[in-house]
């Protein structure tokens, strides 16, 4: 054999392939075109202007994937969501700082590119971006034979925004008597799922079998909630103090990391409700409650701090915006070197 003529495509790299979803995406991310972006999709960078109404602009960045829970887009052969958690990750990550997303790149790699699988989590990526306000500026596909099996594949994201240098959220203002109002969550996001998957082989669970009103698969798809535009009408009221993404760690310990270190939380857990997917966890997995806590967001996806005279109008702010809110806390005092995160059942 050693005259066998040898090419890209024979050792399992389809530069056609790769074309094709250049083409497919460059429609999908010229929806998402908004200003400061200059040229578009196909080059070897991108570019991008800081928008002109900023002063002191300091940029924020964030990175991020979406775990294992590929593993169930893949079992469900459902693709088109998975993009829109990408997305909500990173550009929830730097809204905690007070960050507007101003544009996003992905990576997306597999063994062998199914052009119609990757344009249908590219569409779901484009969709986080619409929802989110940023630009599809860019990415990367990258076909890589031997490191993936079948249909495999992953993802990451980088998101990158901007914040006046004045108005950066740094939770340095935080103080005793703050409430902390807890915004709901779409279901798991995109943390736990190894758990997940581990509960649902334990308990021998079909993803067609109903929980609640909705079947598992659904609830357990359903994209992460993007809290962009309602968080960023709240900032222009100057009364945010803290902002906390609830990710992996969960409430216990997402919620410290924006703490100034004499100060701990007190959250009432009977004060917003266990929807069905949660319990539906619980009980089946056999968890312990403060497992719960710290592995999944159990129903809270975001957690705004503020003053208590605040409270209120802030409220009605983010319920306009279409947030489910519950007042979930308060700031006291740290008592030593206990925890930051009290939990009650009052």
Known sequence: MANEKLSYKAAGVDIDAGEKLVKNIKPLAAKTKRDGLLGGIGGFGALFEIPKHYKQPILVTGT????????????????????????????NDILVQGAEPLFFLDYFSCGQLDVERATEVVSGIAKGCELSGCALIGGETAEMPGMYTGEEY????????AVEKNK?????????????????????????????????????????????????????IKPTRIYVNSILNALKTDQVKGLAHITGGGIIENIP???????????????????????????????ENEEMLRVFNCGIGMVVVCAAEHA???TQILKSTGETVFHIGNIIERKGTEHQTCLTNT
């Not at 924006?258 to 009980?283: M, N, T, Y």
């Open 312 to 314: 209120h109008a802030l």
């Open 64 to 91: 991020d994937g979406v775990g294992t829970k590929l593993r169930l887009a893949l079992d469900l052969d459902r693709h088109s969501t998975i993009g829109i958690d990408l997305v909500a990750m990173s550009v």
């Open 168 to 220: 950066i959220i740094s939770g340095e203002s935080i103080s005793k008597g703050d409430y902390l109002l807890g915004l709901g969550s779409s279901g798991a996001h995109s943390n736990g799922y190894s758990l997940i998957r581990k509960i649902l082989t334990k308990s021998d669970a079909k993803l067609d079998q109903k929980v609640g009103d909705q079947t598992l698969g659904d609830l357990l």
């Open 154 to 161: 992953d993802l990451a994201g980088f998101a990158v925004g």
């Open 257 to 287: 990391r924006i703490l100034p270190k004499h100060l701990a939380v007190e959250i009432d857990l009977k004060s917003w409700p266990r929807d069905d997917l949660f319990q539906w966890l619980q009980e089946n997995g056999n968890v």
